[in-house]
């Protein structure tokens, strides 16, 4: 059972370009988050999902963009990259929210610089 | 007020010890509680839910008191492998899940 999927685990971005980080989940979760992390601070939600189809802003969505066209995947794009966007980036994922039973799975992160 | 409070330590301990971490979150219509521990640099990852009735797990015990709005989690016998960030972490049905800043713990030889 692999979990939560991301990939690349690394990557080096040039300022001005666009990428997208991979997550899939294998669980049948409806429910899936990125967060970033920025050294020695709190996670971040930038953008959820409650579902294929659905998606909304978290706390800092300026610069992301995300899809949801299947259960499994929810890409995270990056446009036009800034240094500011260097961080590490942890796709999660949830059957649902409101149960103590239901907590969320975290992906191995990507570590994302930009320059 | 932030949705989920933590003191971010650090709590420095010797091997052996008892060492408690409470969190205080502001609404009081969540419904699930959550501990997590991260490694430096690492994903965060579950240590244990957190039930109204209190659970335990070997060594950690989890306590949520609804009256008062905090969760707490106590560490029995410290190892030095218990040294990470503890995450609390909170949720209710149609929203998100509402992080603390995290408690820095080190258990000294």
């Known amino acids: 059972n692999a979990g939560v999927t991301q990939t690349p685990k690394f990557h080096i971005l040039k300022i001005g370009q666009s990428m997208t980080l991979q997550c899939t989940q294998d669980?049948?979760?409806?429910?899936m988050y990125w967060y970033r992390q920025d050294p020695g601070m709190g996670l971040k939600l930038i953008y959820y999902?409650?579902?294929?189809?659905?998606?909304d802003k978290g706390e800092v969505p300026n610069g992301y963009n995300v899809s949801r066209s299947t259960t499994e995947d929810f890409p995270l794009r990056l446009e036009l990259a800034a240094p500011s966007q260097t961080s590490v980036y942890f796709c999660?994922?949830?059957?649902?929210?409101?149960?103590?039973?239901?907590?969320?799975?975290f992906g191995n992160g990507t570590r994302l610089t930009v320059t | 007020r932030k949705e989920v409070e933590q003191d971010p330590g650090p709590f420095n301990v010797p091997e052996g010890a008892t060492v408690a971490f409470n969190c205080t979150y502001s609404?009081?219509?969540?419904?699930?509680f959550f501990w997590y521990r991260q490694d430096c640099r690492k994903e965060p990852k579950l240590l244990m839910s957190?039930?109204?009735s209190g659970n335990e797990d070997g060594r950690f015990t989890a306590q949520l008191n609804r009256a008062s709005q905090y969760i707490s989690l106590l560490i029995r016998d410290s190892k030095l492998s218990d040294s990470a960030t503890y995450l609390c972490?909170?949720?209710?049905?149609?929203?998100?899940?509402?992080f603390g800043t995290g408690t820095s713990l080190t258990v000294i030889p």
């Open positions: 972490v909170r949720g209710y049905t149609g929203n998100q899940f509402y």
């Open positions: 669980m049948n979760h409806n429910y």
């Open positions: 999902s409650v579902g294929a189809g659905i998606t």
């Open positions: 957190v039930y109204s």
């Open positions: 999660a994922s949830s059957l649902n929210q409101g149960s103590p039973n239901s907590p969320l799975h």
């Open positions: 609404n009081s219509a969540s419904q699930s």
